[in-house]
């Protein structure tokens, strides 16, 4: 694939009962790429732990995330926001650094409260990535990221370029500005 960073991870069986852990401290991805995967973590880790899960997440997403946690019945506060620096790590990164706003959550349930099994749709995915045959090395996108010539495509008039495409033609077919009809 294109991109050839390398990547740790481990696989683990999502139906073989794990031991309870007290609280969980994490940064998971922010779901921009893999939609979807950074509630797939809050969901595991509140499988996990025994008393609080404690998890940055981009602070466009807090109405979603609070009502994810309604849903499975669990308690979910902001607790900070504060402001998140990133710096260019991957060569899908377009910019050196981004600054994003970012909203600390803890999520805490009721005693003897448990979820229901994983969905379909979780377990899919959760399986895509930990396939042993997967030949790619990044990590999977969503729906709304295909892959078209020339990069992810963003908007309607092609790479972002002011007015369209360069040379100052149209972004999809039409007359460019040298032979606009008079």
Known sequence: GEHKEKMEYEEWDMSVSLPKIDTVIMNPPFGTRTQGIDMIFVETAIRL????????????????????????????????????????????????????????????????FTLPPLDTSTVALLSSLTAPNSSSSSPPRSDRHKRHAGGVRRGRRGRGVRGGRRGGGRARGGRGKKNKRR
């Open 49 to 112: 732990t025994s008393h609080a899960v404690y998890s940055l997440h981009k602070t466009s997403t807090r109405k979603h995330i609070l009502k994810r946690a309604a849903q499975w019945g669990v308690e979910a506060e902001v607790i900070a926001e504060m402001r998140f620096d990133i710096p260019q790590m991957y060569k899908f990164h377009r910019k050196k650094s981004v600054d994003i706003e970012v909203d600390v959550f803890r999520f805490t349930k009721p005693q003897n």
